[in-house]
């Protein structure tokens, strides 16, 4: 295979492999989107496929795992088949789920085991974008003809057992309780005839599943509107293990973004937009933990029986400002995108000016304002 990564489809160029620029400093993410009249991530053991919701506080909740799926869909899509992502769905033309040996064979291209040798672990790695980021279990079923065996046996040999991801992601929590919205249940009960719209997701996250009776899909619950804070961090010394380069990171920059513009596009998912993406790059070995936790809905918000949508929210930043401000000599720069449909107050007061006109302002740190198509 090609020593080079796939290209994106924002124009920038791969690295080679043997020459990328690895990636030196932690970094630490805070990514905000809020879902209105969605169901973002069902709970596959509730009732009907609920929305997921801590039982004791009330908050929303959408899992890493259903987030990751954005992600890396938003990969396939810039990368192309075949092309970037391990952990996928993917049938072969007979209509059946391709095995892990069988995707990572296609996405190492290799013809027969001959091909896989000293170097599989490197080829593998500088296409597999995903298990960059993420990491993988690697576990194959050795059961196939003759020649897919000795190919999964030759893989099998060849990588390890599991690779720990450099970019941990926690799940995402509401800022607040969400309730359901009642009305919705009972309009799409009398409107829809389809059957479900299939995500393709193969995380067992089957949020458009629904239950149909007589002609038409009923329980299908979503939430009024929920705001999500998720966090997620970039650990330098992991991203030895899975060459994890520093144009990847880069480029998860914008794959946070478009991934939830672009990718939560099903009947459920529809609804949902990102927010506020923010990466304060520190230096190695260094970052504060659960930045997410400095935010909060400010006291201009209405309350959480009224959200109705974004215009309804104003984010308070003024404990994540004073808390890079108190570590701003180990900062080296914040990388930061928001919608300008998201308020933000500081001290009690609506601040006319947007986080990234804030911190350039208010702190002595570099800014880098993310621009999604260059």
Same mark, same amino acid.
């Given at each position: 295979?090609?020593?080079?990564?796939?290209? *994106?489809?924002?124009?920038?160029?791969?690295?080679?492999?043997?020459?990328?620029?690895?990636?030196?400093?932690? *970094?630490?993410?805070?990514?905000? /989107?809020?879902?209105?009249?969605?169901? =973002?991530?069902?709970?596959?053991?509730?009732?009907?496929?609920? =929305?997921?919701? %801590? =039982?004791?506080?009330?908050?929303?909740?959408?899992?890493?795992?259903?987030?990751?799926?954005?992600?890396?869909?938003? /990969?396939?899509?810039?990368?192309?088949?075949?092309?970037?992502?391990?952990?996928? #769905?993917?049938?072969?033309?007979?209509?059946?789920?391709?095995?892990? &040996?069988?995707?990572?064979?296609?996405?190492?291209?290799?013809?027969?085991?001959?091909?896989?040798? +000293?170097?599989?672990?490197?080829?593998?790695?500088?296409?597999?974008? %995903? $298990?960059?980021?993420?990491?993988?279990?690697?576990?194959? @079923?050795?059961?196939?003809?003759?020649? @897919?065996?000795? /190919?999964?046996?030759?893989?099998?040999?060849?990588?390890?057992?599991?690779?720990?991801?450099?970019?941990?992601? @926690?799940?995402?929590?509401?800022?607040?309780?969400?309730?359901?919205? &009642?009305?919705?249940?009972?309009?799409?009960?009398?409107?829809?005839?389809?059957?479900?719209?299939? %995500?393709? +997701? *193969?995380?067992?996250?089957?949020?458009?599943?629904?239950?149909?009776?007589?002609?038409?899909?009923?329980?299908?619950?979503?939430?009024?509107?929920?705001?999500?804070?998720?966090?997620?961090?970039?650990?330098?010394?992991?991203? %030895?293990?899975?060459?994890?380069?520093?144009?990847?990171? +880069?480029?998860?920059?914008?794959?946070?973004?478009?991934?939830?513009?672009?990718?939560?596009?099903?009947? *459920?998912?529809?609804?949902?937009?990102?927010?506020?993406?923010?990466?304060?790059?520190?230096?190695?070995?260094?970052?504060?933990?659960?930045?997410?936790?400095?935010?909060?809905?400010?006291?201009?918000?209405?309350?959480?029986?009224?959200?109705?949508?974004?215009?309804? $929210?104003?984010?308070? $930043?003024?404990?994540?400002?004073?808390?890079? +401000? @108190?570590?701003?000599?180990?900062?080296?720069?914040?990388?930061?995108?928001? #919608?300008?449909?998201?308020? /933000?107050?500081?001290?009690?007061?609506?601040?006319?000016?947007?986080?990234?006109?804030?911190?350039?302002?208010?702190?002595?740190?570099?800014?880098?304002?993310?621009?999604?198509?260059?």
């Amino acid at each position: 295979m090609s020593a080079d990564t796939t290209n *994106s489809s924002d124009g920038s160029t791969a690295e080679d492999s043997d020459t990328f620029t690895p990636v030196e400093n932690r *970094s630490e993410i805070v990514f905000l /989107i809020d879902a209105q009249d969605a169901n =973002p991530n069902g709970d596959p053991l509730s009732p009907s496929n609920k =929305p997921r919701q %801590d =039982p004791a506080t009330g908050q929303g909740i959408i899992t890493d795992v259903r987030l990751k799926r954005y992600l890396r869909d938003q /990969i396939a899509t810039e990368c192309g088949e075949d092309q970037g992502v391990y952990i996928a #769905d993917v049938r072969t033309e007979a209509g059946n789920r391709k095995t892990r &040996s069988e995707l990572a064979e296609a996405i190492a291209d290799v013809d027969g085991p001959e091909d896989i040798g +000293e170097g599989f672990l490197d080829d593998f790695l500088d296409t597999a974008v %995903d $298990v960059r980021y993420f990491g993988a279990t690697f576990s194959f @079923s050795i059961d196939e003809s003759d020649e @897919s065996q000795a /190919i999964a046996e030759q893989i099998d040999n060849h990588l390890p057992a599991h690779l720990t991801g450099p970019v941990q992601i @926690s799940p995402g929590r509401t800022f607040h309780r969400v309730r359901e919205n &009642s009305g919705y249940n009972s309009l799409t009960s009398v409107i829809s005839t389809n059957q479900n719209d299939g %995500d393709g +997701e *193969s995380e067992n996250d089957n949020d458009d599943r629904g239950n149909v009776q007589g002609g038409f899909q009923l329980d299908d619950h979503r939430i009024v509107y929920g705001l999500y804070g998720f966090s997620a961090v970039v650990n330098e010394h992991n991203a %030895d293990n899975t060459r994890l380069r520093q144009s990847d990171v +880069e480029w998860l920059d914008k794959l946070f973004w478009k991934g939830v513009k672009n990718q939560a596009n099903s009947r *459920s998912k529809r609804g949902q937009h990102p927010r506020l993406y923010l990466r304060v790059e520190y230096d190695e070995g260094f970052h504060v933990g659960t930045l997410d936790r400095t935010l909060d809905l400010g006291d201009h918000s209405k309350g959480a029986d009224e959200l109705t949508s974004v215009e309804d $929210v104003t984010v308070d $930043v003024t404990e994540m400002m004073e808390t890079l +401000e @108190s570590v701003s000599d180990r900062i080296q720069t914040v990388h930061i995108l928001q #919608d300008t449909r998201l308020t /933000i107050e500081q001290h009690d007061d609506v601040v006319d000016q947007t986080l990234p006109d804030l911190i350039e302002s208010d702190l002595d740190v570099e800014v880098n304002r993310i621009s999604l198509y260059e």
